[in-house]
């Protein structure tokens, strides 16, 4: 009883989580499209640019996509560290 509460919550926790990549994804692109005045700041954008693939890629993938990932990132498949990963992301 009390998982079927959570999983609607779970679901607009990975569609909020989801949509803000895409909006960061979108955001880095187009900043890179206008270009840009710094190298840091080209920087920054490819950095946000691979990075939200990786979020888009573990809220939404298919489970291939995400074995794969797990090999090169295994800490995303715990909650603390997606989180963590998140908080990194969120600061840039």
Do not use: R
Request: proline share 3%.
């Amino acid at each position: 009883d009390q998982m079927a509460s959570a999983e609607p919550k779970l679901l607009v926790l990975k569609l909020t989580t989801g949509f803000t990549s895409v909006l960061i994804f979108l955001g880095s692109a187009m900043q890179l499209w206008n270009g840009t005045h710094y190298q840091t700041q080209a920087l920054i954008c490819l950095y946000n640019l691979v990075f939200t693939l990786i979020m888009i890629v573990t809220e939404f993938s298919p489970l291939i996509l995400e074995d794969i990932l797990m090999n090169f990132f295994p800490f995303l498949g715990t909650v603390i560290g997606k989180a963590v990963f998140y908080i990194i992301i969120g600061t840039f």
